[in-house]
Structures are given as C-alpha cells and as structure tokens.
C-alpha cells in the first residue's frame, strides 16, 4: 500500500521564477493538505483541497495556489518566488470524515531552495 | 483557535522513560490530542492519539487528565533512534466538518548514549 508520495524531493529554483510541487494521496484518501515547513520551524498550514476545490487556507499569499485532480492528487504552485519561500515543502493525505481525529499521513516532502 | 505548548527541548539518556507535556488550555469538546514525530528532511509520522485518559499502543503511551487541558506523551525505554521533534497537536474545527490542524514548535527530544 503506497503511503503519499511528493515529487519532486529537491530542486532549487531562482527569484522570481514558478514552481510546481506533486502529490499523490495515500490510497483510499480524498483530502490532501499542504505545508511549509521552514529549517527549524513547524510546519505552517497552507490549504486543503477536497472534490477539486480549496476548503481552507492559512496565512499565505495568493502567489501560493493548488489544483486537486479528479484521482485526488494535488499540486502546489508558488509564483513570484522570494528567498523566504525556501523550505520543505509536505504534503498530507486523510479520508474526509476522519479528520477530527487528526491522524494525518504525510509524504517526505520536496526541498525547494530559492536562490 | 486551538494552539499548543511543549518545552522547547529536552535531553535524556538511552534506555530512560521520556514524558513530554503538552498544553492545551482552550481544546474543544470534540477535539482529539495527536502527536507526531518528525525527523531531519522528513515528513512528521503520526505517533499516537486519544481523546480522554489513557493511550497505549507499541511505541509510546498518552495520558490525558479529565479536563484534558494537558497530555502528556511517554516514551518507554528511549533510544538514540528516539532523537526527533514531536509536535503535539488539536484539531481547530473550522465549520462545515473541516478542520484545520496547526503545529506548534515541537519539543526537540535529544537521546544521549
């Protein structure tokens, strides 16, 4: 059973310039959420996707935005790339109805290095 | 909105019994306390979670007082392998059935030989 996978796991990109990031749920998951976790910190809510569309959002800019596919996959996008948005970047997966208990299953995330 | 305390860090030597506290003064009725354990470059692993006294299951153990505005997650006989960030976490229900789980800091947990 494939837990969630996220391509890919580093790149390094330059300011100003746009990057996509990749998701696949773990199986049997519908929701998939993403973070940004900078070095040192915890990882900073960003959105949550469900039946293709955004459910919630953090604190985040709009140069932040995502898609959810029809087989619940998911991509982040991040435009206008800043210095600041170096991180790793993690993906999440649950099945809806079970978030209150809040066992989310995670990817082992896509470096990104602005320079 | 529902948010989190733990020490920022805490040493402890191989083979010890580890607790970490967690508190959550303004936890909602229905929400669960679930703890996660990150190491460096990788994604937070789901550790344990309860709603209400305790909590075991093969790897650690959750205690939660009645009125739930702490819990405290144990570590039995920890090893150098154990040296990892834990994020403790409670669900802030946003409407609608979502929720949205915000982390904290983490208590960064060293294991010394």
């Known amino acids: 059973d494939a837990g969630v996978t996220q391509s890919p796991t580093h790149l390094i990109k330059t300011r100003g310039q746009q990057v996509t990031l990749r998701c696949s749920p773990k199986s049997g998951h519908d929701t998939v959420s993403w973070y940004q976790q900078a070095l040192g910190q915890g990882p900073q809510f960003i959105f949550q996707?469900?039946?293709?569309?955004?459910?919630q959002r953090g604190n985040f800019p709009d140069r932040f935005s995502g898609h959810q596919f029809p087989n619940y996959s998911s991509e982040l996008n991040v435009n206008a790339l800043l210095l600041g948005d170096s991180a790793l970047y993690l993906c999440?997966?649950?099945?809806?109805?079970?978030?209150?208990?809040?066992?989310?299953?995670f990817g082992e995330g896509s470096r990104l290095t602005v320079l | 909105l529902a948010k989190t305390t733990q020490p920022i860090s805490m040493d402890s030597y191989e083979g010890q019994e580890v607790n970490i506290t967690c508190s959550h003064n303004?936890?909602?009725?229905?929400?669960?306390i679930t703890w996660y354990q990150q190491f460096p470059s990788q994604g937070p692993r789901f550790i344990i979670q309860g709603y209400k006294t305790k909590v075991t299951n093969e790897v650690a153990s959750l205690f939660i007082p009645a009125d739930r505005k702490s819990s405290t997650l144990s570590l039995p006989r920890v090893s150098l392998s154990d040296t990892a960030v834990y994020y403790c976490?409670?669900?802030?229900?946003?409407?609608?059935?979502?929720?949205?789980?915000?982390f904290g800091t983490g208590t960064r947990l060293k294991v010394l030989a």
């Open positions: 303004n936890i909602a009725t229905n929400d669960y």
């Open positions: 999440a997966s649950n099945r809806l109805g079970e978030e209150r208990t809040g066992e989310l299953f």
């Open positions: 976490l409670v669900g802030d229900f946003q409407g609608s059935g979502t929720y949205k789980y915000i």
């Open positions: 996707y469900y039946e293709e569309e955004e459910r």
